[in-house]
């Protein structure tokens, strides 16, 4: 399906000028470096987009629009109710311990596979033998230090390389080529362009340390799935990979700006969800683009307060008099040396000058 694009026309020569000057400004230093790249890794208790439970020491991540695991939500959602104060209520919680991996698991033999099973923490093909070697010695137990001395006689494989889904940062599963994720995605999809495995792949080639010839009916159309996949969602990351270079930076700085003064919770996932959404459209940046072509009203006040801090960016104050602060295909920042220097000084005392937190 394809989406028109929402994009007021803007030329390529405004577009290049306005990511130079976001560039700057992310790699500056009062930038907050856990924005800065393609997948942003925020830490669980990040002072504007926290994630961590609120209870003290709980590994559980928030749930919904809660500052408390779901478990923790519930308890406290039912000790307000017999008059608790909140205060009483996380002294006296009892923290949890993590239930998922927040970490991709790596296979502990193959440093390059990922693992298959989270309990074992070996690769599939580890697995595998792990189960025939189960076989082969009937009585024998993961428990009695069998799967220790099992594992010493291991040698590791060498890994499929990264995931084929553009925006993908993890590593594959297989020799298809995609993570377990994307994977399990593909065979839901159908598996369009018919990219497929030999049958027994593992021993008639892998075994043999041979590489596993890949049959496909349409590799334009698997290349075309591969490129139009959204990121697996982890939590505490944002994933910014898929986005036009443009639009990411004004993410990013947008992000940042919302640190500032954050009248609002902007939650991860929200970001997220914002993130796929203008990659799905194909957005190549939010300037002059109208909020209420997004459903959701966060998503509306998001964009609306991104745009405000681009706003200032893009235009310096002489221009903004002269443009009112209304749209325009016109780029006032002028740069007098262009790619080795770049004068950011009205830019920057534009900025500052109207966010007077901004120096802390
Ligand atoms: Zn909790
Ligand atoms: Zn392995
Ligand atoms: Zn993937």
Not at 9 to 22: F, I, S
Not at 123 to 139: E, I, M
């Amino acid at each position: 399906m394809t989406v028109p694009s929402l994009l007021p026309r803007q030329d390529a020569r405004t577009q290049r000028d306005r990511l130079e000057v976001l560039t700057v400004l992310i790699n500056g230093p009062e930038f907050d470096p856990v924005l800065r790249g393609g997948v942003l890794k925020i830490p669980p208790s990040h002072p504007v987009y926290p994630w961590n439970c609120t209870v003290p020491d709980c590994a559980r991540s928030r749930w919904r629009r809660y500052a408390m695991c779901s478990v923790h939500a519930d308890q406290w959602q039912e000790a307000e109710a017999g008059g608790m104060t909140r205060t009483q209520f996380l002294r006296g919680a009892e923290p949890l311990a993590a239930w998922e991996a927040p970490e991709e698991m790596m296979c502990r033999i193959c440093p390059q596979r990922p693992a298959f099973s989270l309990r074992l923490a070996v690769c599939f093909r580890h697995r595998n033998r792990w189960l025939s070697h189960l076989k082969r010695h009937p009585g024998a137990d993961e428990d009695d230090g069998e799967f220790e001395r099992w594992l010493a006689d291991q040698q590791p494989c060498p890994g499929y390389g990264e995931c084929r889904a553009e925006v993908c940062d993890e590593l594959a599963a297989s020799p298809l080529g995609l993570c377990g994720a994307h994977e399990r995605g593909y065979i839901r999809a159908g598996r369009p362009g018919g990219a497929r495995l030999p049958k027994n792949f593992f021993a008639t080639f892998e075994r043999h340390e041979l590489p596993v010839p890949i049959s496909c009916d349409d590799q334009i159309a698997f290349r075309a799935w591969c490129r139009a996949q959204l990121p697996v969602h982890r939590t505490g990351q944002i994933y910014l990979r898929g986005l036009r270079p443009l639009l990411r930076a004004e993410f990013q700085w947008g992000m940042y700006v919302h640190g500032l003064q954050p009248t609002a919770v902007w939650n991860l996932t929200w970001v997220q969800s914002l993130a796929d959404e203008c990659q799905r459209r194909d957005v190549a940046s939010l300037a002059g683009l109208d909020p209420s072509v997004f459903h959701r009203d966060y998503h509306q006040r998001m964009v609306s307060e991104m745009q405000e801090a681009l706003r200032k960016v893009y235009f310096s104050p002489g221009d903004t008099r002269d443009a009112g602060y209304i749209e325009t295909e016109h780029f006032g920042v002028r740069f007098p040396h262009r790619s080795s220097y770049v004068d950011l000084t009205c830019v920057l005392s534009a900025y500052y000058l109207t966010s007077p937190t901004a120096y802390g």
